[in-house]
């Protein structure tokens, strides 16, 4: 019989390879990161592709931004795929990879290839990696994935991302041609562009917090170095 690993086996993994504690606001992300990527490797339907890849790299640097020891973050995304059974050099090559295409690439162009709509002469796996994913009816779509289309299109043009309208029509058109629900697709970048905001602000009160506590020990260090004059002895 085929043991399937559970989440409880990928966490002991995780936390057998990086044995250094996590920032307590960082936790959650890592946890819920390694959650969502568990359940996929598990999934019958799901297969590895580099729009997946990348979108793996992005979320993690992106909700790792500020962590601090930054040594540590290294350590944290290895052990994250390592606890997977995975390479984490590859998601970073693919993903590097990816990031170097899209900024080459006008946007249009990206859009025409990303929906199946244009051919390009350019990386010529990842073009065969899109059309087996347009012609796979069981094609385990996923909120990775969704963040790695999104990021390729962030990277091509930032502008256009910013502007809800194109950003809405550039995602219907790559739906379309991908064959992937757009309702799907629109709710994920909505939440992963929430949860963004939400972590930003989160490391601004830490800060402020930080800052605020560091002024207290301040202000406590020069109180108990200001020494009172003892009276004298003629008074």
């Not at 890592?30 to 999934?43: A, Q, T």
């Not at 996923?142 to 963040?147: Q, T």
């Amino acid at each position: 019989m085929n043991n399937v690993r559970t989440v409880s086996d990928t966490k002991r993994t995780f936390y057998s390879l990086h044995t250094r504690p996590i920032n307590t606001i960082y936790r959650r992300v890592v946890e819920e990161l390694m959650v969502e990527m568990h359940l996929l490797s598990v999934n019958i339907d799901f297969s590895y592709n580099p729009i997946y890849a990348l979108g793996v790299v992005t979320t993690f640097d992106r909700f790792m931004q500020g962590y601090l020891p930054e040594r540590d973050k290294e350590s944290i995304f290895n052990a994250l795929c390592q606890a997977i059974e995975q390479e984490s050099q590859r998601y970073r090559q693919e993903a590097e990879r990816l990031q170097a295409l899209a900024k080459s690439l006008p946007v249009h162009d990206l859009i025409g290839w990303l929906s199946q709509t244009t051919h390009l002469n350019q990386d010529p796996g990842l073009q065969a990696e899109l059309q087996a994913i347009a012609n796979n009816p069981n094609f385990k779509y996923s909120r990775l994935f969704a963040i790695g289309l999104f990021s390729l299109l962030e990277l091509s043009d930032p502008e256009l991302v910013k502007d809800e309208k194109q950003r809405t029509e550039a995602l219907k058109t790559i739906a379309a041609g991908l064959h992937l629900s757009e309702e799907k697709l629109n709710k994920d970048l909505e939440l992963y562009l929430s949860n963004l905001d939400k972590m930003e602000q989160a490391l601004i009160v830490m800060a402020d917090m930080l800052e605020a506590d560091r002024k207290k020990r301040e202000q406590r260090q020069q109180q108990s170095s200001t020494s009172v004059a003892p009276p004298t002895a003629n008074e």
